[in-house]
């Protein structure tokens, strides 16, 4: 199994650029979920997804976009990149309950 | 939202020390989880804790989850150069359709002088 992998590794856009940060995961997790890490902010949920169809906003979901039209990818999507959004993403999966497997992380700056 | 509150954010010992971290929460939870993250990469589960009062080891790692369902340990003992990291408490609270969420702490920085 790969786990739980990501793409692009690292990223540069301008301000007012989209992107799509890709999430896939290959051991049939129900549960999928996006994740931002600033420096000391530790870890802070965008969206999540319970299964495929459903989607649901975290603590810090403005001007990201989520699908899930899979059980294995878990696409995140800025619409119109800001300077605000320069960070590391994460996407995490897991089965049920907490035990979340995190991917190795998109690190993304906007100019 | 809830809150976690993690201490220390940083610490600098020496190899071979012990080494305590903690967390405290405003709100109850059910579920407490130690993840340690390395350098460019994501964090990877240590620990999870599922009842209050539970103590669970995992080789040099030791933690617990608080009777008072609010605070949860992490001891290291004989710390070693590669305990080098950040380590996260998250806690998660069963409820309803959002019982998969955690909410995490900031971190503790722990850095080990050989």
């Known amino acids: 199994n790969a786990g739980v992998t990501q793409t692009p590794k690292f990223q540069v856009l301008k301000t007012g650029q989209s992107m799509t940060l890709q999430c896939a995961q290959d051991?049939?997790?129900?549960?999928m979920s996006w994740y931002r890490q600033d420096p000391g902010m530790g870890l802070r949920l965008i969206h999540y997804?319970?299964?495929?169809?459903?989607?649901d906003q975290g603590e810090v979901p403005n001007g990201y976009n989520v699908s899930r039209s899979t059980t294995e990818d878990f696409p995140l999507r800025l619409l119109s990149a800001a300077p605000s959004q320069t960070s590391v993403y994460f996407c995490?999966?897991?089965?049920?309950?907490?035990?979340?497997?995190f991917g190795p992380g998109t690190r993304l700056t906007v100019l | 939202g809830q809150q976690l509150n993690q201490s220390p954010q940083s610490m600098f010992i020496q190899e071979g020390e012990d080494v305590s971290m903690n967390c405290t929460s405003s709100?109850?939870?059910?579920?407490w989880l130690w993840y340690k993250q390395d350098p460019g990469e994501g964090p990877v589960l240590l620990i999870a804790?599922?009842?209050?009062?539970e103590l669970t080891s995992n080789g040099r790692l030791t933690a617990q989850f608080g009777i008072t369902r609010k605070d949860s340990f992490l001891n290291i003992s004989a710390s070693i150069p590669s305990d080098v990291g950040i380590y996260f408490c998250?806690?998660?609270?069963?409820?309803?359709?959002?019982?998969?969420?955690?909410?995490f702490g900031k971190g503790t920085l722990l850095t080990v002088n050989p």
């Open positions: 995490a999966s897991s089965r049920a309950g907490a035990e979340q497997f």
């Open positions: 997804s319970v299964g495929a169809g459903i989607t």
């Open positions: 804790l599922y009842k209050a009062g």
């Open positions: 051991m049939n997790h129900e549960y």
């Open positions: 998250a806690g998660q609270l069963v409820s309803g359709g959002s019982n998969y969420k955690l909410t």
């Open positions: 709100s109850i939870f059910n579920t």
